[in-house]
């Protein structure tokens, strides 16, 4: 069975095109450098082929500490196959909808997802499609993944989204907007400095995460903050709305995809201070993610990144749960699991310093 998918992914190598990108409007992107996707082929009812093309040099998504592929790559190639296969196989008109994610789980195999410094990376996706609603004039599905590289598996994903007229989604923005509970809070302090206008980090830069503490390169990509006023588990969420990547194109709230890359920032911040040299020995590879998005956050309001361990994570894993709040109001959760170093590292590196 294992050889026939394999098989199958390689033939679709073959009919899929991997240049050049789809048209951004398809995949709600404002940057062409920004889109993932070459290709996709209906090859049953609710089943499709999707290329999708991973440059070495992504302005944000580039491996982290221990050479794997970035997984939120997978993520946002999922996310942007949603859109466009609504629009191009499903009739969802691409002006006046808003696309709603409520929530993604992914798998991927041991030692993570590769990377090629010197060229891009051919993608195909094998994905299902299944109507998660029967109420007429709704549209909402869950979209199921399996990914193939080179026509090696290396990871399965499961999306859930929602598409809103205009006017329904307003109804919602009204009826999840902090005023409309009685939750809301003073607006978020600016800092006003040289990295544009940044909301939610009332202390500046100096208060900034290092890159390297959140597995990211850049200072800009960096989006945790710590307020000594909070836990030690608690980060404030630090929004640049000039940055290429995580504000490609306007958005009314907090993007999803911003809250993800914020919890998983997290996550990695937890693992490097609960293994502290271990984790420069053996750098975390994410095994799995679990996310489930519950309410827009304001882009005016202060959200906190709150991490906690995950105590059934099960042994040799490192798990955390995190979570994404503003107002008493919970944004967003998550829980990220991967290998967790060993001692014996650390005990050997002794012994050689001895």
Sequence with gaps: MTAGIVEFALGATRRLSFAPAVARRLVHKAADSQVLLTDAHRVGRDRFLVAASWAPDHLLYYPGPSGAGDPTLLVESMRQAAIYLSHRFYRVPTEDVHFVLSRLSADFAPGGLPYDPGTELPVVMDISCARTTAKPGRFAMQLSVSLYLHGRWYGRADFRWAVLPQAKYDVLRRRNSPEADGTAGPPAERAGHAMGDVTGDVMGDSFVLRPAAVGRRHQRDVLLAADPRLPADTWRLRLDRSHPVHFDHDCDHVPGMVLLE???????????????????????????????FRCFGELDRPVDIVVGEMR??????????????QGGRSLAGARFISAAPSWSLLSDLEAVSC
């Design 262 to 292: 914020a919890m998983q920032q997290a996550a990695h911040a937890a693992y490097v201070r609960e293994f502290g040299p271990l984790a420069r020995l053996a750098p975390r590879v994410l095994s799995s993610l679990d996310t489930e």
């Design 312 to 325: 059934d994570a099960g042994r040799a894993r490192a798990g955390f749960e995190v979570s994404a709040v």
